[in-house]
């Protein structure tokens, strides 16, 4: 394996085919200014709805329309400020561009904070009777019903006045832990068998040393990141337990029973299905990820199997390459099935230049899909010519075609669901192209490599962000009973979690515990279960799909469609999957459990 510092194109390099046409957004920087300034200037015309909400059904109706142009407005500038930081964030002025917009949104929640305030003050038959008379408060009824819904725990306008505008200070905990990371974390080069020196940073060690085939250089690599980690372990501790005092405290004062329940609120999911969703899958995946890591360490003739070695590749030598032409034409065969409307959204967002391809200077690690509201998606992909990269691709699609229908059929305000749900229609599209190779080919190591990359997605969602979950879980609960979080704290819980899952499969040791400082899902609320969810959703419809045809596949778009109009439950149970019970979690355990069977098999 060599690595070595390659010649990176700045951005102004890159030709224009390989880049997202964030022009479809503002064609110039002047031109978002402009909108910027003018979204500013339309924030004191809210001053006159200020304590006249509760005056008339028509007052309340004027403010939330004034709310949702203004909201419009935001979606485009917010996003293509965060593009053009996500496509260079070394750029002066991407950089200048987002500290002007997040002033601005903290201003803007400030000043209309009222509106929630107001609305919780009013009786609710007086919003009955509003909704009764003005019809066209309908579309706003859902949102309505949702703050009312939390009403026992407001605090009073002045408070919560307060509260939103301390948005950029609550952040404060995540921007230690990013600057950290991405800004102060140094690592110390590694060699190779021959002595090459070779550099080690975050995404060097997630995206290549961690998936390398030579053990060596993989523990190696692994040293390195930890033993960066470990400098940083006190620091990482002291702003993630902030964090945790802040969700904990918020909790106290607003008067949950606890913080999962609060956290819980805005997802519309009860905690029995958080913790079925989180137990299920660590006590019955367990057995089956055991079996897969000792079937990985026979394969790679390990004398011991590390926390470090669960990535490494099966079948080193075998990864189909292809372009990006060809692996569109690819995910376009595989996704017929969602019919003609699908189809075209997915042609226009390849085609189009929806999707920003090419690496550059200070272009953001990972993949993701940005889908404002009055444009199309955007796709951030660095491509690798490999099948890999057309999973990744697919499953940012999947994003795309979900937005782009959401959006297309649903008011601004509703078209975002629960992020419970969110992850469905991403991991739906990856099962969909895995069925299709799996359909087209007799070829043992093309059948083992299309499980492998099947089993890397369960892997993501139903291990890596799963154990995520279960060190929240625990963590909120040493929180509540007054336990001080300390690195060492962070790092027993996490040791704790890799060691009851993983068994004698794996050896755990001191370096692994401090693994739980590589994510910054634990700021972002009960988040990293929540891919689990959406996985477990997925393989319940694809299975359908497989079975049914057409008639799921019409269910699926019309949930697509719906937007964030439903519950996830409802929106899941329109697609036929029952999410209430333990079921539909224990059948794509099981399904995990039958991909082991197949890819052990393949070596027999």
């Not at 795309?400 to 991991?427: D, V, W």
Request: proline share 4%; net charge negative; charged share 25%.
């Amino acid at each position: 394996m060599q690595i070595t510092k390659q010649t990176r194109p700045f951005r102004k390099d890159v030709p224009e085919a390989l880049k997202w046409k964030v022009e479809d957004l503002f064609v110039d920087g002047q031109a978002w200014k402009a909108a910027l300034k003018q979204a500013e200037s339309s924030i004191p015309a809210f001053e006159s709805f200020k304590g006249k909400l509760h005056t008339s059904s028509s007052t309340l109706l004027e403010c939330l329309k004034a709310q949702e142009a203004l909201l419009e407005k935001l979606v485009l500038i917010s996003t293509y400020a965060s593009l053009k930081q996500s496509e260079d964030g070394t750029n002066p002025e991407n950089q200048a561009n987002s500290s002007l917009f997040a002033a601005l949104n903290a201003k803007v929640n400030g000043t209309l904070s009222f509106i929630q305030s107001e609305i919780l003050e009013m009786p609710e038959e007086l919003i009955e009777k509003f909704l009764e008379e003005e019809p066209e408060l309908e579309v706003y009824k859902r949102n309505i019903k949702k703050i009312l819904s939390a009403k026992q725990y407001a605090l009073s306008s002045e408070t919560e006045k307060v509260l939103a505008s301390l948005g950029q200070i609550h952040a404060s905990p995540y921007l230690v832990y990013q600057n950290s990371k991405l800004a102060d974390m140094s690592f110390a080069s590694i060699k190779d068998d021959n002595g090459n020196e070779l550099p080690v940073s975050f995404a060097l060690f997630e995206d290549v040393y961690e998936f390398s085939p030579d053990p060596s250089i993989r523990r190696k690599a692994y040293k390195s990141f930890t033993d960066s980690l470990s400098n940083y372990n006190n620091t990482i501790a002291a702003a993630y337990s902030t964090e945790v005092k802040k969700q904990v405290t918020i909790a106290n004062i607003r008067g949950y029973a606890s913080v999962t329940d609060m956290l819980l609120e805005s997802q519309e999911v009860t905690t029995e299905m958080y913790h079925n969703q989180i137990s299920v899958i660590f006590n019955e995946l367990a057995p089956i990820m055991r079996k897969f890591a000792d079937l990985k360490k026979t394969q790679l003739g390990l004398d011991k199997m590390l926390f470090c070695d669960l990535k490494a590749p099966l079948d080193p030598d075998f990864n189909p390459k292809t372009t990006y032409e060809e692996a569109s034409e690819t995910i376009l065969e595989a996704l017929k099935v969602m019919g003609p409307e699908y189809s075209e959204i997915m042609k226009k967002a390849l085609t189009e230049r929806w999707v920003d391809l090419a690496d550059n200077v200070g272009k953001s690690t990972g993949a993701f899909c940005s889908s404002p509201y009055g444009s199309h998606p955007f796709i951030l992909i660095t491509w690798g010519n490999t099948m890999r990269s057309a999973f990744m691709l697919a499953h940012e699609l999947g994003h795309a075609g979900h937005f782009y229908l959401a959006n297309k059929n649903q008011r601004i305000i509703n078209t975002r669901p629960s992020t419970y749900f969110i992850e469905a229609p991403s991991t739906m599209n990856e099962m969909l192209l895995a069925d299709y190779l799996l359909a087209s080919t007799d070829d043992t190591r093309m059948r083992r490599w299309t499980i492998l990359q099947l089993l890397g997605t369960y892997y993501h969602n139903f291990v890596t962000h799963l154990l995520e979950g279960e060190f929240q879980r625990r963590v909120y609960k040493l929180a509540e009973e007054g336990t001080p979080l300390t690195a060492s704290v962070f790092n027993d819980v996490k040791g704790n979690i890799l060691k009851e899952f993983w068994g004698d499969s794996v050896e755990i040791t001191e370096q692994d515990h401090m693994t739980w400082m590589r994510q910054p899902h634990y700021y972002m609320g009960l988040y990293p279960y929540t891919y689990s969810a959406g996985l477990t959703a997925s393989t319940a419809v694809a299975e359908s799909i497989r079975e049914n045809g057409q008639e799921t596949v019409e269910k699926w778009l019309n949930v697509l469609r719906a937007g964030g109009t439903k519950t996830p439950l409802q929106l899941l149970n329109d697609a036929g999957v029952d999410m209430s019970k333990p079921n539909a979690i224990k059948k794509a355990v099981a399904y995990v459990g039958t991909l082991v069977d197949e890819l052990a098999d393949s070596f027999n």
